[in-house]
């Protein structure tokens, strides 16, 4: 076994808190669940709905599965955002024990789970992703406001929950509660975890948006299971079940590839130029004022907001210059768009956002499961050996593995997960499609069910080309060559007889994993 290096960590597009939220409700729709998500958070003695729910529809537990099982075969480690895991409704649902017992994890294995922020403590990460200073959160309001609290106090920041369906924070209901609000708000949050007291901090920011959003008499249940998932979440840190990673500290910073804006600015540009080449965008001849309505003229539409895109970092300013384009919301496979829509500009803008924040993290990216229409996969076919495709049948294999199954999978396959996981671009492009097809070829080996009328089937098949073998064995012994022929055709023609039962095999497997989406690992 080398000693190759592996990647530090992976980030995984499918994590993002508005992909958890897009996949959550896709489920919900693809399986007819009765869902509210109002009620998902709720929790009182009685009632346990989001447990329930994860009991009695367990594909939320086996997508999540085969998503997180998938990139941790490229590498042990998997990087998470505060913003991903505080507002990711997967994890927040499953909780950190059921996320590592997806994994496999126990006593010889160190942690899986790494979350990025800016703060000394995960702890102070959620206070910093959920509130701000009123004075804050004036200056950056999008009109004035009055406000009853004072500048030094603290509000719930204006934000879009994506672990809520959505639901916004809005700056008018920010800024616009009660005085005893805002100070006993300050108050519960200054004097929250410190010793002797019995409440979190997580507890009171969740009461806190409960009592804005639903009223005072629905705060203490109405969000409590979603205060316990976060508290739960950071005694998982401090009882090292997953590790903390402060984005200020040098080791971080000697593992960045630059800044945001470099990255950004970088990748922009790589993949512009691939969304131009497949869009047919670099031939449109661009202007100032272009009526819609042809083909022609949503190209060059496109391709200004494409330019306009490049420029903008922040992922809300972004959205909005996509929502204003004109442009259809999808393509419709008519060709009416030439193929360019918002949905393809979300599509390229959050693989590009994504991809610098992996390598402001020192991760490389992983794209699981990615459609054959995506960006995410069209940029794995352009990238060429920087980048790793793996069948899309894989993740559901690993998903539906029990996770004593997963683990001994993993010991099992232990050198080829390594060989996997020690890819590099440097490699030849052969060496890495075979890498990664022993890769396939073992989960799907391992995912492969036993059965008397598999064998019995499996016998019969085996009897019937032994059968028609035998034949033209014996007629090319006694017929066709006549034992005239020299030694080594005799040789070759009973080495080809031989291995047709290994070769009908390798058919059938190839045709059994094979799938139009991938997962494309691009590497550093």
Sequence with gaps: MSGKPVAYATMITNFDSTEQRREWERIVDDKGVQFSWEQLWFRDSAVHQCERLLNEETTFATHFAG????????????MLTDAQLFDGVFFLALGPRAVNEILGKSYKDGPAIIVSGRKNTLEECLVNFTVRRIADIKKSATKDLPCAGEDSQYALRPLEYSALGGKNMRESQSLGMSDDFYASFTNRLNRASKRGRDESKAQVIAEALACTWYGSEQSQHKLAFLAQRWQEWIDAEREGLILYENQNDEVAKQRSQGTFGELFQRYSKKYGDVLCRSAHLESTERSDDVPSGNTAQRRECCARALDDLMTLPKRSDAFLRIDSADLPEADNGSGASGGCSKQMLRDWYQFVYQQSLAGLLGANLVSVDAKENSFAQLAGNHSGSAALMLS????????????????????????TIRAWRECSPKDSPRKQRIVTRNMAYSVEQAGQEKSLSDDRRSMLWGAVVAMVLAFISAMTDNVWLNGNAPIWLIVAAAWVISIVPDLI????????????????????
Excluded at 401 to 415: I, K
Aim: proline share 4%; aromatic share 14%; hydrophobic share 40%.
């Design 392 to 415: 899309g049948n894989i993740t559901r294999i690993l998903g539906e593995m029990p996770f004593v199954r997963f683990v001994t999978f993993c010991y099992d396959s232990r050198s």
């Design 505 to 524: 095999d390798m058919v059938s497997w190839l045709r059994e994993v094979r799938s139009s989406s991938k997962t494309v690992v691009y590497l550093q």
């Design 67 to 78: 998503t997180i099982r998938t990139a941790y075969l490229y590498c042990p480690r998997i």
